[in-house]
């Protein structure tokens, strides 16, 4: 178990925090028991189908970050890697797919608390599947689609990347001499295909980082010469370089890591062993071993690039590339997706570069002294860092300043090329590797790290090779014209910022400086302002400490962790990339709070419409010194900016403010709620694309003290109370937002209530509906008298709506975090949404839901008060604000609750949102059902018309603002033998303890039954609109919309959590503190402002919310409860909505569907079933599927008969599009992949589409059918009931209706037969009447049975099947099974003979050619007989586009 709480969990609201930290351990231990169950059971069978369930759980467990036991995760690996190394065969992929993804999740994140013990074989056995060429290669038999085959070999080569540490000892020694014999012969792929395993599996770490003896048969010295023999002997081949490189970086690394760790440690030494130097002597250098091949590797380096200089090759000699075999490609290619997806020569030269950078860096050692007595002068280092002699780590840097010239002309912002991305990869490789290896190395030595007699780096060569670095920044990469190149420069720079402050930060003042005072230099300011963003702390904590170190009122204060004055040789250092030109160090340093302090008034006008990059780059400096320099406006700290903050907030907003009013100019037309609006936002709001707008406004007015925070509310309150700016509400709204956390009773107070006063008093000047409550009114009493549902003569002009808008938008935004504050204003808020809700707009109806969803968040949900806390001082920077780790951030709530404030709501505000979901909640399901007592509007009275639409509109919006407003938070059906699934429960571990992690996101209100009420009421209204109103597109959607949200409670907050996550991840990565930072504790992780942890903490409660109602499976739960009604009515009108002739309509219940899809199992069946009659093209398909919605009988409604089978014939092609896009989403497709019962149905459904004769629905359907088999590999063995076989505990409820069950007699000699036979079955199941189904009528009648019309030779197809039975029940002999294949083939081929249905014969046919390989003189039998011939029907038969023809040849080459 981890030390230390992390923040996550630590900072969340303390009585959710108390009970996840007192749970879910005991959860997760019911998890892994139950795990253990499962596969017992599975064992027995042959298959680990039952244990997938549980897959999703123990992954939402590993990142929920609790403290769970370590000997539970051990156990829960142990199992999950018994279920991987069990394979049987192609079935068992995607079962081995899905635990090796969960294995490799906790191994990443449990790596050093686990104590696991990993055997290589079986995992080697595993990928050479893959590998027919491979040494004890078994080959994978039978068929198995490209996609389910791809995805199997990436889950692999992770699970065994992250396994490596946990091999045995002696590991690295079996490995090589397995593989040595493949490199006998390195002119034959054996020898490429051997490199790439020996660097995937060969173990080259020391666990833990402590002192270890290395496996006792390995010897790196012999080992590394004869490899390095190996690499030269093929001098062209990109994929052979990245292999060797790959190895000997990371064996560089552990080397160092070992040697760093063998002279710190004051254990006693280990028992000698044989091969290798005994530990109690000093270990050698690791660079002895390096030493003589060093120009080699170097040159290999340089090699990596390609470039056209000296004797590496350049592009032109792409044609001399020794290319690998088609499977190595495969299997070892998909291992480099991590770093960039382009085509495989590219990848290869992207690994090449990243770990030759690698290499040179954990190459690095400090000079060695001159022996005792010896006359040999130090090796020092001349001014512009390099060695002056050769000689130990001289040598190196030495190699490197060779690279680096010949590599500082490609930086040039002139010279671009195909290099350039390598050259990025390189740049960043270098840096990433330098801080990890100064950080590894200061907390393996401790306090003793630079002030003691060390190995570790010491400043002087870590500032020699930044030196060399900033050579290839300064003036070149940072100012690219490739974005990307420019963008990593910059970070670089600021980590180089971190670790030599004197030697890198004259060079970005510089560099800043220059751009913002030279006219011609003013297109490299944007670069510019970006690298001061991320180097200001840095620059900051330089001038704290060199000012802490002057005050002697900070004498007390902890000694700065790093001196300046010996930041790196040769005193000032001037050579290029240290600042020529610039005052002294001490002159800089001096005035650092100054220059920045000048920045931010300098950079005002950077504030422009006209130049987005130059804006952004400006607000993430603001950024990043408001997250450092603490309270704003407080004078009482003698190391405060000088600026006049009140003349800066002043220019500040107006800049805003005029930006605004520009990006409204530059599209007016946009108006608020149009769909081109809603996709066309302005770069402020595109955070993901890295924009830091709200969180710089937000930041900055929390820190503001009082007088500040006061002139902005007024600032603020004179322009939204004389300006309506159209089309830029989203982003006046977000500053709104930010004051309105930053003083919600300010802001409500002279904000929120003027906006709120204007937009009503508009409203209540003009004509309004009583749509709002037609139940109740007088006039929906006069119009149930005959009066039409007619809108009011004067409606709003386009200005007036406008202006609602623009209010209604500040409103809302003003609402959320208000909390408390709102109480004073409620009666005001009520009214304006009555109000907005009885408008004649659809617009102003939309905002009033927003308004009211984000009214009733405000009310019941949990969020932090103090986000933007303030938690104190750097101890060793006078000035400058303290940033975090996860360890310091558990340190500070180490048995005291979080530094966060949360929002609870209190009695008050809770009976205020009961109230309101009770008025627009029950109000909304009351007008729904006097609306379902309405008749048809006449489409003669357009104003009727659109009357009606408003009213079903303005309640179905009452209702998604009520569901999406309370989410988790209003109780959700029941799910469990009539209790209500929670996600705090008791403290015991019961049968009714939902094994799911514990989150909510507020507080509970409301009653279960407001869901099943609200259900049934939607389900009529589904069926009236469907039948009345079926043109309705937006109305249509809006109910498919209302019914998500009504039964998958967590899918908002999860969406929310991951958007947010995305944005704050990205954010925290331009405001962190690297770990290797000398003012970081050792062993901390990197530092961030406490805002970000801040937001991560909420992210992570929305998150844990979403988990803990979606899908809950509780202990001794072995199938998922049956389907509520509520559930089955509200997935019958989804099913329909998805196949309704309108694609609009279609997408929108196609989302809802998917989520309750996965969240009910057994719905998939229902789907599958209901669906499939759409995918055939049956005529009157669609009718059914409504009349069942209606609860009607298949043969009622004979007036309308006539009129159905017409709509049928138009809907038919829009019907099988929308069921062929249900049939391709995540849960139905594994369903048919994996379950004999669904695929039955589905290959007979593709088969019979062929009376579909519309282009598009053939190849919509030709698309599942390629997605199909791309991803299949072959079910659970099955077993007919009836034939005699023995019987098996019933393990699904439902299987008696198929008459199938599944079968554990797939094994011994035998299987192979019995499952070829399954599959002759499946496809004769769908020529003949299936018992307990459908039975065979005679030959001639002209009846169905399965979707196909019965022909001659249907009576042989059931004969048929009694012979195929047996075997496919896998009893008897071999011999008999033989026998019964053999009477197969005979029918088979009766059939083929005597059928007159062309489909028939080929049926027949491929029955034919795969029962005939069953036989014993036969080849290994396999799937893809039947898949290739069922292939060859879709795409010889049927009009395709052309964009199929890429996926028919990687069907066949699969194949």
Known sequence: MDSYAHPNNSWLPPDVAAQAEREEPRRFHAVVEEVQAAWKRGKEQGHGGETLKWVSVVNSFVASKTRLEIADLQLVSETALDIITSYRGPRDLFTQIRWSQCVSRILRKHRSSLSLSIPWQPLYSILVIHLPSAPGSTPLRGYVGAALLQIHINAITELIRRSRRFFPPGSAADIWAFLRPQFADVSSNDALEAAALLNLFLPTTCRHLAPYEEDASSQWSVWVPEWLSLWFSIPQCTFWDAQWLSILSRLAKHQQLRHQHQTTSSSPPPPPSPSLPSSSSPS???????????????????????????????????????????????????????????????????????????????????????????????????????????????????????????????????????????????????????????????????????????????????????????????????????????????????????????????????????????????????????????????????????????????????????????????????????????????????????????????????????????????????????????????????????????????????????????????????????????????????????????????????????????????????????????????????????????????????????????????????????????????????????????????????????????????????????????????????????????????????????????????????????EYTFLGWEESAAGVERWVSKQAAAATTQGTAGPLQWHVPSAEETALATQLIDNYLGGALRDLRWLLTRPATSASSSSAATGAKLAWRVALRRLWAVFSGTRTNLPDLTTRFGSQASGLASDTTGPDTPLAVVGRSGVSVGDVAVREEAAGVLHEACVWLVRQQRDDTQTLALLAEVEGLLLNPGTLEYSDSLHGLRVVKQQAGLLSEPKGSPWMKAGETRRRPPWVLAELAYEHLLWRASQAHFKTIYAGQRRPPPLSRAVKIVLGDLLLLSVHRYASVQGVARASLELILKRFPPAVGTALAQLAPCVAGEAGAVTRLRRMGEGSDSNGDKENGNEGDMEEKEDREEAAVGACQVFMSRPIMRKIAQDWRSLAPFLSALLASQAIDSLKAQNSITQVFIAFVSRFAGVNPIRPRGWGAPGMEQEQAGSEENGWELSGANNGAGGDITTQAQGALTLLWTMAGAPGTAAASPAGSGATAGGFPVVDGASTAAAAISAVAAAAAGVGAVSGQASASSQAVAASAAVAAAATHWRYTLMANALLALLSSSLPSASPPSHHHILLLLLDLRLSSLPLSPSFSHHTCLLTTSA
């Open 284 to 866: 050698p250098n690791p660079l002895s071993l390096w030493a003589p091949h060093l120009p080699f590797l170097f040159q290999k380096i340089l090699d990596s690039f390609s470039l056209p200089i000296g004797q590496s090759p350049s592009a032109t000699s792409a044609q001399l590339e020794r290319p690998v075999s088609p499977a190595c490609a495969r299997v070892f290619l998909s291992l480099l997706d991590r770093w960039q997806q382009r085509r495989a020569p590219f990848q290869q030269q992207v690994v090449r570069a990243v770990a030759g950078a690698k290499l040179a860096v954990w190459l690095l050692a400090n000079p060695e002294p001159p022996a005792a007595g010896s006359d040999a002068e130090p090796v020092s280092l001349g001014s512009d860092g390099v060695a002056e002699k050769q000689g130990g780590e001289a040598s190196v840097l030495r190699m490197f300043d060779k690279v680096s010239n010949d590599l500082e002309q490609f930086f040039h912002p002139s010279n671009g090329g195909e290099w350039t991305g390598l050259l990025e990869k390189m740049l960043h490789s270098a840096t990433y590797h330098l801080v990890k290896r100064i950080a590894a190395e200061k907390k393996i030595h401790g306090d003793r790290y630079l002030s003691g007699p060390t190995s570790a780096l010491s400043r002087a060569t870590t500032s020699a090779f930044i030196r060399l670095l900033l050579r290839l920044i300064h003036n070149r990469a940072l100012f690219s014209k490739s974005p990307n190149l420019s963008a990593v420069a910059s970070r670089v720079a600021a980590s180089l910022s971190y670790l030599a402050p004197r030697v890198t930060l004259p060079v970005v003042l510089e560099s800043f400086q220059g751009a913002l005072t030279t006219v011609t230099a003013t297109h490299q300011l944007e670069s510019a302002l970006s690298t001061l963003a991320l180097s200001v702390r840095p620059l900051l904590l330089a001038a704290g400490q060199t000012t802490q170190a002057d005050d002697p009122s900070t004498t007390a204060r902890t000694a700065a962790p790093y001196s300046m004055e010996v930041d790196g040789a040769g005193g000032e250092g001037a050579g290029e990339g240290s600042g020529e030109g610039m005052d002294t160090w001490q002159e800089m340093i001096g005035r650092a709070r100054e220059v920045v302090s000048e920045a931010m008034v300098a950079t005002l006008p950077g504030i422009d419409a006209n130049d987005p990059p130059k804006t952004l780059a400006t607000l993430h400096l603001y950024l990043s010194v408001f997250s450092s320099i603490g309270p704003i406006g407080d004078d009482s700290s003698p190391f405060s900016l000088s600026i006049d903050w009140s003349t800066w907030l002043e220019d500040f907003l107006s800049r805003l403010f005029s930006l605004f009013s520009h990006l409204e100019s530059a599209a007016p037309t946009a108006t608020v709620a149009t769909a081109a609006a809603a996709n066309e936002r302005s770069f402020l709001m595109k955070e993901a694309e890295g924009s830091t707008f709200r969180s710089t406004v937000s930041l900055l007015f929390a820190r503001l003290s009082p007088p500040l925070l006061n002139q902005v509310i007024s600032r603020v309150e004179r322009y939204v109370s004389s300006t309506v700016v159209r089309g830029c509400e989203e982003e006046i709204g977000t500053v709104v937002a930010a004051l309105a956390y930053a003083a919600p009773e300010a802001t409500c107070n002279r904000i929120l209530a003027g906006v709120m006063d204007s937009a009503l008093s508009l409203l209540q000047s003009l004509p309004a509906t009583s749509f709002l409550a037609l139940a109740e009114s007088p006039a929906a009493a006069a119009a149930a008298e005959g009066e039409a549902l007619k809108l009011p003569a004067n409606q709003l002009s386009t200005t007036q709506e406008a202006t609602v808008l623009f209010h209604m938008h500040l409103a809302s935004n003003a609402v959320p975090f208000s909390g408390s504050a709102l109480i004073a204003h409620k009666d005001r808020l009520t009214a304006l949404i009555n109000a907005a809700f009885s408008s004649t707009s659809q617009k102003v109806v939309d905002a009033a839901a927003d308004l009211l969803q984000k009214f009733l968040f405000a009310l019941i949900f949990f969020y932090p008060l103090n």
